[in-house]
């Protein structure tokens, strides 16, 4: 038996070795197991408080952005209008300088009308008073020849009244 015996208390220092070794190994194994759940949990935690982070800092963005749109739509808008009304204002003035240029050219063509009609009166007026005077040097030059042909006949006879006496 004692064969046995050291055989079996060899066997059982040799199994309460290995379960030491085994329990040793186990508790680390536990230990490394809990430090890693620790650290998962810590990062899970940490991850969630970033993920929570980010989800708000998305939801401002979006409405950062969403509030960023309106304005530029309103603005386009607003922008829109001044353009048609700007367009409508150019039109009115380009039909106005159109009107205004027409209006010019009428005025110069009349101008021209009323110069070209002065001048005909001015040149009609010249010939009138030309022939007027031509008219009153032939009626004086008549009148003159008149009053020296009754000079003459009145010498004339005069004299020959005046011998006889």
């Keep these: 038996r004692t064969c046995q015996q050291r055989n079996n208390?060899?066997?059982e220092s040799d199994a309460k070795a290995r379960l030491?070794?085994?329990s040793l190994q186990m508790d680390r194994e536990t230990l490394s197991h809990e430090q890693t759940v620790n650290y998962l949990q810590?990062?899970?935690t940490a991850l969630a408080s970033e993920l929570e982070y980010w989800n708000t800092r998305y939801e401002e963005d979006v409405q950062a952005k969403r509030s960023e749109l309106e304005t530029l739509r309103t603005n386009r808008e607003s922008d829109f209008q001044k353009?048609?009304?700007l367009e409508v204002r150019y039109?009115?003035?380009v039909s106005e300088r159109e009107a205004r240029q027409a209006e010019e050219r009428r005025q110069a063509e009349l101008r021209a009308i009323q110069q070209a009609e002065i001048e005909r009166?001015?040149?009609?007026a010249i010939k009138i008073q030309s022939v007027m005077r031509m008219y009153l040097v032939k009626k004086e030059l008549r009148q003159a020849a008149e009053k020296s042909r009754k000079k003459k006949k009145g010498k004339?006879?005069?004299k020959g009244k005046g011998k006889k006496k």
């Design 121 to 124: 009166k001015v040149h009609a």
């Design 91 to 93: 039109k009115e003035d």
């Design 156 to 158: 004339g006879k005069g």
């Design 9 to 11: 208390s060899k066997s």
């Design 20 to 22: 030491d070794e085994l």
């Design 83 to 85: 353009l048609k009304d």
């Design 42 to 44: 810590n990062k899970q």
